[in-house]
């Protein structure tokens, strides 16, 4: 009977125990909000010349209160961020804690660091079974004599002499094979280790700093927090490919990106959007101020600019100025790309389809933007008096949207010929040069250069100027060669110009250049023609031509 009632009293005090226990649990449950801390991920990063503006998505249950976005770069603008969540979430107030990335428990290991700790093991792993083999080759050299301990050679039986040695032999051979096979293996993972580790030093080491966002918020049903941030240094440039095949006369011009950005954070599996808007130039322009005429004051009597007054002192920097010269110090480090490119292009964006991965390391990553593909009119162009030269160019249509200016490579029937740059046109042609053409020959005469008198009275001077250029087609086809003449061009009223061409030009001002005249001349294989330009120029006598 005591049995049973002790047994009895311990079951009660049992439960009595879990039932407080249960009780405080839901005490602290009631009175401690829910928070979320869940690792968001990178949906999709906006990358402008300079910056970029990535949108992070944080999953939160039923019931939580606030999110945590951790390990977020330390260069963000506090100022760019934004909230937002369907409407089962009621957002509140946003707290942003920069922090040493060490004394995060979160951010001080990464991805990288988990690959580092993989090859360490792995190199540990070779050294033990290595410092293995070591001992079973120490523990052989001792059989065989070379020991220094004492006892360490084993008593020689002389029938089984000749198998103990063979199986010594063969022992120590695979052993050695092995250490060395094991110093191979260890040589291989310290160079994919060494690269690890100084990106490891680069990003986190000398003081690296990380970035947390916490947003209070209140969850009714489990939905998604996105979270959107800029950064500065990221940056993108366009680059083309012009492909010429002078056979069917097609040129294909290929559009590419180059990206690349060191915010400290690695872009894995997001979708990229590359825009050529400036989000950091002003938003506003600039207005004009009054146009104020007005008489200019005496110049100062002689004794008072004999004694100028003294220079004013040199005033310190201010803080402003001075902040400001450091954050263009700053900048000068942080972009990776040219911008200025982009300064007379509209905004336009380019998304690009598949998921893209953009390392934190400076890597640039290349991804096709498209291509534009069209006929041709081919001509070899030469300006005799600058080059003796012909350069084969291509005039197309241009293509429809906007092209930002960027470097372009040049390739003619599958050779590369050279390095140019694209610039958008303005006009509705576009013209492509693909390097010389040496099977054109082209050579300038004598330039004749006489002097007169005109007018009534000889009150007049008169200069004469002839010039001419032979031009050669050795092809084997037809071409089209397109010499340019800078003719002379009058801006005094008292100089008056003549000019005489031979045969006429097709056109007195090429590219809507005044005085530049370019003759289009189709030639056939082995053709040679003759142009000329005589030109006279009349002045008065007394003065003195000038010429630009």
């Not at 040496?438 to 007018?455: C, H, M, S, Y």
């Amino acid at each position: 009977m005591k049995a049973s009632t002790s047994a009895l009293l311990r079951a009660t005090a049992g439960a009595a125990v879990l039932l407080v226990l249960s009780l405080s649990a839901q005490g602290q449950a009631t009175t401690q909000p829910a928070t979320a801390a869940a690792d968001s991920r990178i949906t999709q990063v906006k990358v402008y010349p300079g910056s970029a503006t990535v949108e992070r998505v944080a999953r939160v249950a039923a019931g939580a209160r606030s999110v945590t976005f951790a390990c977020l770069p330390a260069g963000l603008d506090v100022q760019s961020l934004q909230v937002s969540a369907d409407a089962s979430v009621r957002i509140g107030e946003t707290s942003v804690l920069s922090e040493q990335r060490e004394l995060s428990a979160r951010c001080s290991t990464s991805p990288l660091d988990g690959r580092i700790r993989e090859l360490e093991d792995q190199k540990a792993a070779l050294q033990a079974e290595n410092d293995a083999l070591g001992m079973v080759t120490g523990y052989l050299k001792g059989l065989a004599g070379g020991g220094d301990a004492p006892g360490a050679r084993a008593p020689m039986d002389a029938r089984n002499l000749a198998a103990m040695t063979d199986a010594m032999r063969r022992t120590g051979q695979d052993s050695l094979l092995k250490q060395h096979q094991i110093q191979r293996r260890q040589a291989e993972i310290d160079r994919q280790l060494n690269p690890l580790l100084a990106e490891r030093t680069r990003t986190q080491g000398n003081g690296g700093q990380v970035t947390a966002v916490t947003v209070t918020l209140a969850a009714g049903a489990d939905a998604d927090v996105k979270l959107s941030y800029q950064v500065n240094g990221p940056g993108w440039t366009p680059t083309y490919r012009a492909l010429l095949d002078t056979t069917t006369r097609k040129v294909r011009i290929e559009r590419q990106a180059l990206v690349a950005q060191a915010t400290g954070e690695d872009w894995r599996g997001v979708k990229l959007v590359l825009s050529t808007g400036q989000p950091r130039r002003e938003t506003a322009g600039r207005l004009p101020t009054a146009w104020r005429i007005g008489i200019e004051p005496p110049p100062r009597p002689l004794a008072e600019m004999a004694y100028p007054a003294a220079p004013a002192a040199a005033m310190a920097p201010s803080p402003i100025m001075a902040s400001k010269s450091m954050d263009s110090r700053e900048r000068r480090t942080e972009p990776l790309f040219d911008v200025s490119v982009f300064d007379n292009s509209f905004a336009t964006e380019f998304s690009v389809p598949q998921a893209i991965d953009v390392p934190s390391n400076g890597q640039r990553v290349t991804m096709a933007l498209g291509q534009h593909e069209d006929t041709a009119k081919l001509a070899a162009r030469t300006s005799p008096r600058v080059d003796a030269s012909a350069f084969l160019v291509a005039e197309l249509d241009q293509p429809a949207g906007v092209w930002p200016a960027g470097p372009m490579q040049l390739y003619r029937d599958g050779a590369f010929v050279g390095s140019g740059r694209w610039n958008a046109p303005t006009d509705a042609r576009l013209t492509l040069s693909f390097g010389r053409d040496e099977l054109v020959r082209v050579q300038a005469e004598p330039e004749r250069d006489n002097q007169g008198t005109g007018g009534f009275a000889g009150s007049r001077a008169e200069r004469k100027v002839q010039r001419a250029y032979m031009v050669e087609n050795r092809h084997r086809t037809p071409i089209t060669v397109q010499v340019l003449e800078a003719a002379p061009v009058s801006v005094d009223e008292k100089v008056r110009v003549a000019s005489e061409f031979s045969p006429q030009p097709a056109e007195l001002a090429w590219n809507k250049q005044p005085g530049l005249a370019m003759w289009q001349l189709d030639l056939a294989a082995g053709q040679t023609a003759r142009v000329t330009a005589d030109y006279t120029i009349g002045y008065p006598k007394d003065a003195r031509l000038q010429m630009r």
